[in-house]
């Protein structure tokens, strides 16, 4: 029987649980062996704000402005208090209006992102970090960057909770946990997934938000 028992995993940060499930999963571009469930994280204050402050250490000496946080996948809350975060006092990075904002992209053909014409003047000529809930594949932080530079914004940055990866596009992607928090962790297209080969069944289909059992 498939599997969606979640387990908790201590991290360095006894702040920052990674709470997973093992087993046989897909996304719309690769086959994984772990469920990272992030739905506490995303919606509970308390845990949003813990991830901002990881997410942010990197950013306290920086001398990186950002202006806009790009909200994906449903980061609003973690974007806010990101935000709040990069505006308090003891950060050095600072922007023009000593205020950020924080919007959300709309998404049309599948992953093309847009923004209305009243949005544009919080992406144009502002530096914008882009938050997701993971960098594994890459496919939605291209999508994201593509739109940035297409608005006239600048990438100031990429911050996720889960990453694969310390780079997307040649921008350093920042994360509260990455594989060597979960070391037998893969995520590979499904032509090459040893899980597929072995002839095990998938046990739910994935996405930002949540997974369906198959």
Known sequence: MPTTTITKIKTKNNNLPLRVAKGHFATSS???????DVAAQKSRLSEAKAIA?????????SSCLVDTILCLDGMEVVGTC?????????????????????????MVNGS????????????K???VLIVAVSVASGNTARSAVEAVKYYGGEVAGIASIFAT???CEGYEVNSAFNPND??????VPSY???????????????????????
């Open 182 to 187: 979960l070391p037998d962790y893969f995520s």
């Open 125 to 127: 000529g502002k530096h």
């Open 82 to 106: 990101v935000a709040e975060e990069l505006t308090k006092t003891d950060y050095v990075n600072i922007n023009a209006h000593q205020t950020i904002y924080i919007v959300t992209p709309e």
């Open 192 to 214: 090459e997934c040893p899980l597929c080969k072995e002839g095990k069944k998938l046990d739910a289909l994935i996405n930002c938000h949540g997974y369906s059992k198959l």
């Open 165 to 167: 990866s310390k780079n």
């Open 53 to 61: 402050e990881e997410l942010c250490k990197n950013h306290k000496y």
């Open 30 to 36: 690769s086959h994984s062996n772990y469920y990272i």
């Open 112 to 123: 093309q992102l847009i923004f209305r014409d009243n949005m544009i003047p919080m992406i």
